[in-house]
């Protein structure tokens, strides 16, 4: 949770997370900190941190959350590391489960629910390293259940003498609109998606 924190700030104002970890500030740094945390505290970003979190406890948070004062969108940082509610099940059938809760769950509080998850292997085997939807990690459910399925690349993590800030943003499935790929730059000292150019 304090991670999160840390890079929220660095974000916020555009200080380098090099600079937060080794507390290495100068006046103007420190000033920017201290204004910056207070407007972090006022953002109504809320994170549920409970370790073996299974897609259950997750609901049950989220409507809590929306309830106590309402929610707008829900991140859930990895599908993998969710603990199923049912772990008798391959993990294939596991994981296809944890998908269609966390679906039910955007359609029942009628929200976004943002789902990170893993790529398997296979991406590094091929010459274009740009991700495609036979990468998702243990099911095809993800693909299914998914409304819109997007894809971070940077060509500089395959290939040391590419643009280090050169980075793209694959919308690979959209069931609502078009699917493309937009170009943008990432800001490495800062963890930063920005808009190329």
Known sequence: MVQIGLRMVSLM???PST???GCDFDDQDFSTLTAVAAQYID???SI???????????????RAWQLSGGLDLLFVDY???LTPD???ESRTREVGRMVQAMKTLAKSLNIPVVLLAQLNRSVETRS???PIMADLRDSGEIEQEADVVAFLYREAVYDENSDPEAAEII???NRHGPCATVKCRFIAEQMRWVNYG
């Open 43 to 45: 953002t109504g970003i």
């Open 128 to 130: 274009d390293k740009r």
């Open 79 to 81: 599908l993998t590391r």
């Open 48 to 62: 549920y941190d409970k370790p073996a979190c299974a897609p259950a406890d997750i609901a049950l948070q989220a």
């Open 86 to 88: 049912d772990p008798t």
């Open 19 to 21: 600079k937060l970890r």
């Open 171 to 173: 919308i690979e499935k």
């Open 13 to 15: 104002g555009n200080i």
